[in-house]
């Protein structure tokens, strides 16, 4: 799970450095294509028909359309914000999806989970500090992609019971890809890459396809009530890699916003310890 956030924050770190020469539409459909064609090289071969078997077709293509938004979003927001603060305020997920679990799931929301959704929300209040710094573009980029990850993993709870893991991951690969490559003559063009651009732009999909292995792995060893607070070590990754490569520390208060945002989400996980959860990555 370490090794697998590692690789999604070095996605958001690539993405965020080629996002200021490169369309960003561009570099989702390179995050996608080479994805799905990693999964199609590794395991089409052995799993074939069963690899897009699915009894909910139509909820596959709007889940997988779903990420695609959050991956389109989120890169526009890092083009625009810090990697750490952006990283962050796409973990207010967990607690928009604790809201949202009530009508739609038929989950029982009690005053407690009320009560840690707040607190969350306050951290990243003290992120975005309406009146700050922080570009308000970004800001809305980026709650427009936790809003549809929110609803990703909505779709990904009803979905999880009846479908495979890899088939519901690789129709995220496979309709994003189909639905950039449909739209290329919209948004393709700007600069050629050279040959480390080009480089950097197939590592995407490298990246995502190789976290998504790792966290499918994971859960092979351990249930996701154990894994869930390790998902928040990409906040730690994406700290050092926006201080690393783009020389940005988050001040005391943020740092503290996103204390309170991974500490309120790890309690909400351990307040509704269930061993059939799943847990599904943006990156």
Known sequence: ????VLCFALLDATAKH???TFPVPMLVWARYTLHCLLMLAFLAPSMRWKLI???HPVKQVVRALLLVGVTGFAMAAFRRLPLAETTALLFITPLIVALLAGPFLGERLRPLHWSISIIGFGGALLIARPGGAFDLAGIVLVLA???CYSVYQIQTRQLSPTESTLTMLFYTAL????SMTLGAPFYWGGPLPGLTDGLLIASLGLYGGTGHYLLIKAFRYAPATTLSPFLY???IWATLLGWLAYDHWPDATTLAG???IAASSIALALT?????QRIESSA
């Open 272 to 276: 509704q310890r269930r061993p059939s």
């Open 258 to 260: 996103m204390a309170i």
């Open 145 to 147: 992609a936790a809003a």
């Open 18 to 20: 080629l996002s200021q």
């Open 1 to 4: 799970m370490t090794a697998a």
């Open 53 to 55: 078997t699915t009894r």
């Open 233 to 235: 070590v990409q906040l």
């Open 175 to 178: 309709i994003g890809t189909v």
